[in-house]
């Protein structure tokens, strides 16, 4: 696994980890409405580090099967 992939695979596990955090360590509510400000920002936050980290691997896979098979074709 190259750098390029370890970084989007540990952005993606950050993402995870800032979502889940808040109801982990009980800043979420436990009233009925667990959209407050914290949990809301800590939600929004790690889904666009996921979606950074998803698209990433996406960018990086993407060009390594192009190498592939520029490496195939020669």
């Known amino acids: 696994m190259k750098f ?8 993606l596990v950050a993402g995870i980890w800032v979502i ?7 800043f979420a509510p436990t009233h009925g409405n ?10 929004i ?4 580090i996921i979606l950074a980290s998803i698209i990433g691997l996406i960018g990086y896979w993407g060009l390594r ?7 195939r074709k020669s």
């Open 4 to 11: 390029g992939n370890w970084m989007s695979v540990l952005g």
């Open 20 to 26: 889940v955090s808040p109801y982990l360590v009980g």
């Open 34 to 43: 667990p959209w407050t400000g914290i949990v809301l920002g800590t939600d």
């Open 45 to 48: 936050l790690g889904i666009l």
């Open 65 to 71: 099967l192009k190498e592939l098979v520029q490496e």
